[in-house]
């Protein structure tokens, strides 16, 4: 019952609870009011006997006293009702003088035990079983031996008579009867009102109202954008419903605003992509003729000496051409990324020739590399290509760092979350908290040199591997990137 309980609704909760204490309620005091009419009827009842035998005990005195005592059989005769089972009089020993029972004057009062009489004090009353096994109220009272009596009897004895009234229990009976319907009508006709008037007040001012409140929290959780609850009510349900509104209000104003968001995203994208097809076009165009005037430059410098300004002239140009070559296939590379070819590789292997193809730079630059590797197992990756993003950000990290410093590898085994992380951390001067979340954008650079293209490069190398790349870095503590890669070492 705990369970169904539990699992009912807070509208049927409420009617049941509310049912069960009223039934016990009304049930309590529809039990007290029938147990207070049942003793007003019986109060009522030996009002009456007590009545009735004061009657017959100063009728009796009465006649005695005008001499018509013979005159007493008939008195009791004329006080036969419907409810009085037998009034006699009889003597100590059980004989009869005087009864309103056909039959039984000169008997012996044939009583099963004749000392329940002869034990009472006078004036008691008490309940015993009549004929046919029903209950029935007697009181008894004494007939002393008093100066009336003495004027025809001796005064020797002191009981002259006792009289017992007996009053049946079917008044009674039917009383209460009636008494007990008309409790358990009353009882159920309030517990129905009741019950039926807190369904109603529940069901109108909890159950709809909550129903519509649900209804309208579903709708929005389906991406619906819900219309407003309208209610005029001031008390906690109200409250309720206004706060919900404002809610619905302000989650359709933010779904607005990422509609609009990802439109523009996706505006934007198509306007990357479009632009994207239109660079590599562009850099295809370049590179063949940058290619060509590379050429013919370097055989032009062969017929200057070694001492002649146009060599150095002719150097530099190479330079710039080489930078601007490097330029555009980086451009060629960010617009039109190759397949990733996965292979089953040792990552610790692929950090080796990374830091073999620094280490010149770094030297240059004085700075000391290290690797920290735990004992990874192979996994599927492509190796040019995430070489390529290493040493991306490897050159970034020496760059920051032209007076000296450490470049440190990092690989962590996370088989338990079935990761690989790769770290390199530099102790540069770190990265400004405003160039932080636009550090992986095409074409952003700090630098005068180089095309902004390399971070943006590796953000997609990594990403196309499954992976994830962040940067930390705090001003004057260094910077930090974390690569996390699928730990498959399964083709």
């Not at 005091?29 to 029938?34: I, R, Y």
């Not at 954008?225 to 509104?245: A, C, F, Y």
């Not at 920051?400 to 992380?421: C, H, K, N, Q, W």
């Amino acid at each position: 019952m705990a369970v169904s309980y539990w699992a009912m609704g807070l509208h049927k909760k409420f009617i049941y609870f509310f049912a069960v204490t009223a039934l016990f309620s009304v049930g309590f005091f529809s039990w007290e009011s029938f147990r207070l009419n049942r003793e007003h009827i019986r109060d009522n009842r030996r009002g009456k006997i007590e009545l009735l035998s004061e009657i017959i005990n100063n009728g009796l005195k009465s006649l005695i006293l005008e001499g018509r005592a013979g005159e007493f059989q008939k008195f009791l005769d004329n006080l036969i009702a419907e409810d009085i089972a037998a009034i006699r009089i009889f003597t100590e020993d059980g004989m009869i003088l005087h009864s309103t029972v056909p039959g039984e004057i000169g008997r012996r009062f044939q009583h099963k035990d004749m000392s329940v009489y002869r034990s009472r004090t006078d004036q008691s009353i008490f309940s015993s079983d009549g004929a046919e096994g029903k209950k029935i109220f007697t009181k008894v009272v004494l007939i002393r031996n008093d100066w009336l009596c003495q004027r025809c009897h001796s005064g020797i004895a002191h009981i002259r008579g006792i009289l017992d009234v007996e009053l049946t229990n079917r008044r009674t009976d039917q009383d209460l009867t009636a008494t007990a319907r008309t409790v358990t009508g009353t009882a159920l006709i309030t517990l129905t009102l009741l019950i039926g008037s807190i369904w109603l007040l529940s069901l109108y001012l909890v159950k709809r109202p909550l129903d519509d409140i649900i209804a309208s929290i579903e709708k929005v959780a389906d991406g619906d954008r819900g219309e407003q609850i309208s209610t005029g009510r001031k008390d906690e349900i109200g409250r309720i419903v206004s706060s919900l509104n404002a809610i619905m209000s302000d989650i359709n104003r933010k779904r607005e605003e990422i509609d609009k968001c990802r439109a523009d995203r996706y505006l934007h994208i198509d306007k990357m992509a479009s632009l994207g097809e239109l660079a590599a076009t562009v850099a295809h165009d370049i590179k063949n003729p940058l290619a060509g005037i590379s050429g013919a430059l370097q055989v032009l410098a062969e017929d200057y000496s070694d001492d002649s300004p146009r060599k150095e002239i002719s150097r530099e140009i190479l330079e710039e051409i080489g930078r601007l070559d490097g330029a555009v296939k980086d451009l060629l590379l960010f617009a039109r990324p190759p397949d990733m070819c996965l292979i089953l590789v040792d990552i610790n292997a692929i950090i080796e020739k990374v830091m073999g193809r620094v280490a010149p730079r770094a030297d240059m630059l004085k700075v000391r590399v290290d690797l920290h590797s735990d004992e990874v197992s192979t996994s599927m990756v492509d190796p040019e290509q995430l070489e390529r993003a290493l040493v991306n950000i490897a050159m970034h990290s020496l760059e920051s760092m032209p007076d000296g410093g450490i470049l440190t590898f990092a690989v962590l085994d996370r088989r338990d979350r079935g990761e690989i992380e790769i770290t390199v951390s530099d102790t540069g001067p770190g990265i400004p908290e405003d160039n932080l979340k636009d550090i992986f954008k095409p074409f952003f650079s700090s630098k005068h040199s180089g095309s902004g293209l390399g971070l943006a490069i590796t953000r997609n190398i990594i990403e196309g591997h499954q992976g994830s790349i962040v940067v930390e870095s705090s001003p004057g503590e260094g910077t930090l990137y974390r690569i996390i890669l699928p730990n498959t070492d399964k083709a």
